[in-house]
């Protein structure tokens, strides 16, 4: 029996559909019988493959999110998931011409990799030459820069190049062959892995259904729905557990062998030690539906799909795990053997694909549910009043400007507080969108820009609103009750607007793009940009009502 995720992997790699990519010459060759893989090639595999999953998806993914919609336009229950559904599926479109990345947050780039014994490169240090290939994949392709480094216990600074990113490389058998699993993993989706040290007594029916019904509720839509959820029970160690959290989340567990109902122990011991349960992946995917979540704004499509997956444990330990792929869903395999760099096969053409399986998307000024436009160049009171007109969930277009500022923003506002000093005259005059866009691609007006999760600013929410200040914000994801009495105290609004659709709210959405403050904090610095008719649902209100 084998304990390790190898040999689903490597069936996982079995299923999958690869093309040879040209790499000008760099070719492995054989010296004395094991082969020889110039380390630059690394750096192609990489940059190649990081481009590659920011602006194009895989076929699985793409045909999960069109079922979905179409589902949901047949489903006559109240809910938005067709219109998030339908932004999503607009957004791979313009994502695919290769300017504007699927999301804002083109992630944290995880790299893991299984090496042959019978393959070498010379180099010392495969971890740098990959490395070197994501640094370039982030300059070329305009890409976000998220990563922060640490110049002191509490001061920090953005690396400028997304590195360092996280690489793990593991040996792996005798067929002379290098394989990957490119990953790039956004903040918000990553927030949602949770790890319980639980015991012995969850593994009973009612205890574990009562457990999964409280944590899938809790994820809440922060992390931009419809997700790829996985639950994992067991593993000899949480490191363990969590590590397969993560490779299952990508996909790359998927081959692993189901219970069967009545199994002996004889041939449980002769199967794979990591083990999935169809029977709790289907109440799993049942919860979801009844949270009444839906894609983002309620419904039923809080889940795509989900993989419940059993591992051996320490008779003292029962470490449990849920994690989640967001809808910008990132994760490419790749390999180099004799031949050269293999990469995995993604629609490149997602219009015709949509359209083969008659598909037919919708702008969001078609969409006859909308209620009406809203400009914010009236002036925060006049918008409160305007708002206060709608009921929580109601749709709107909204155009004007606004402040696009996020966390290491809100810092420095904060700090400003806290050594007597006022606040920018910026804070009084505009509606605040929680946002950090992508660089900005040649000719257009800014980066990918999506919301960025609105909880993150809630500990700001009393020093600000009591001065006048966010009394209009938009970003995504529910938000503390706290915040929601604020509203109500200082009659303020929170909207939401969708998550995972960046390509799109950039490409359509945005008209104007100022620098004001703080360029020094990178993709957090403080924007002034103009939007028309940008898609927000009221989330909470001026009576404190929401949505979630």
């Known amino acids: 029996m084998r304990g390790g995720f190898e040999p689903l992997v490597e069936e996982a790699f079995k299923q999958t559909s690869f093309e040879l990519i040209d790499t000008e010459g760099e070719r492995p060759r054989f010296i004395d019988g094991r082969l020889f893989i110039p380390p630059g090639l690394l750096s192609q595999a990489a940059e190649e493959g990081f481009r590659r999953l920011s602006f194009f998806f895989r076929e699985s993914h793409l045909a999960m999110l069109a079922e979905q919609l179409a589902l949901a336009e047949n489903d006559k229950k109240p ?54 290939g994501i640094g370039a994949a982030y300059k070329k392709n305009n890409l976000r820069l998220s990563q922060i480094g640490a110049s002191s216990f509490l001061d920090e600074f953005n690396t400028g190049n997304n590195l360092p ?11 002379p062959v290098y394989r990957f ?16 040290s639980m015991t012995k007594s969850l593994l009973e029916e ?70 999935r349960d169809k029977q709790w992946e289907e109440k ?33 330990s029962c470490p449990v795990s849920i994690g989640v792929s967001c809808a910008a869903h990132r994760n490419l395999y790749a390999y180099i053997d004799s031949e050269g760099l293999h990469l995995e096969k993604t629609v490149t053409d997602p219009a015709k694909f949509l359209k083969e399986r008659g598909i037919n998307l919708k702008t969001f000024d078609s969409n006859t549910a909308i209620i009406k436009r809203i400009s914010v160049n009236k002036g925060i009171k006049e918008v409160c009043k305007e708002l206060s007109n709608f009921n929580v969930g109601d749709k709107i277009l909204l155009s004007g400007k606004l402040l696009m500022a996020r966390d290491a923003a809100h810092l420095k506002w904060h700090n400003l507080l806290k050594e007597g000093k006022a606040l920018p005259e910026y ?40 001065r006048g200040c966010s009394l209009v914000t938009v970003a995504k994801g529910n938000r ?9 105290s200082y009659g303020a609004f929170y909207l939401g607007t969708i998550g995972g659709a960046a390509a799109l709210l ?22 002034l940009i103009t939007v028309k008719d940008l898609p927000v649902f009221i989330i909470i209100d001026n009576k404190g009502n929401s949505l979630y």
């Not at 990113?165 to 067929?175: E, L, R």
């Not at 699993?181 to 319980?196: E, Q």
Request: hydrophobic share 40%.
């Open 79 to 132: 809910g938005n998931d067709g219109f998030v559904l339908n932004a999503l599926l607009r957004n791979a479109v313009i994502a695919a011409k290769g300017e504007l990345a699927l999301c804002q947050d083109t992630g944290t780039a995880v790299i893991y990799g299984w090496k042959s014994e019978n393959v070498f490169t010379g180099s010392g240090d495969d971890d740098a030459w990959l490395e070197s």
């Open 165 to 175: 990113a996280q690489i793990q490389i593991h040996a792996s058998g005798k067929n």
């Open 181 to 196: 699993l490119f990953i790039a993993k956004g903040g918000g989706s990553s927030n949602k892995t949770s790890l319980f």
């Open 206 to 275: 009612q205890a574990f259904e009562k457990f999964l019904e409280e944590k899938i509720k809790a994820l809440g839509t922060a992390a931009c729905p419809p997700y790829r959820l996985a639950v994992v029970v067991g593993g000899t160690s949480p490191e363990f557990n969590l590590e397969a959290c993560k490779l299952a989340s990508a996909e790359a567990l998927d081959s692993a062998p189901y219970f069967e109902p009545g199994e002996d122990k004889e041939k449980s011991a002769s199967l794979p030690w990591i083990r």
């Open 284 to 316: 799993a995917m049942s919860i979801g539906r009844r949270t009444g979540l839906g894609a983002q704004f309620g419904g039923s499509s809080l889940l795509l799909d989900a993989r419940v997956l059993r591992l051996p444990r320490h008779a003292a």
């Open 427 to 466: 804070l009084y005059a505009y509606p605040v969108y929680y946002a950090g866009p992508a660089a900005t691609p040649p000719g257009k007006v800014i980066g990918s820009l999506g919301p960025t999760t609105a909880g993150r600013m809630d500990p700001y929410g009393e020093e600000f609103m009591s």
């Open 480 to 488: 503390s009750a706290e915040w929601k009495k604020l509203c109500s």
């Open 506 to 527: 950039s490409e359509e959405n945005v008209t104007g793009n100022e620098l004001l403050d703080y360029p020094e904090l990178g993709m957090e610095a403080v924007r």
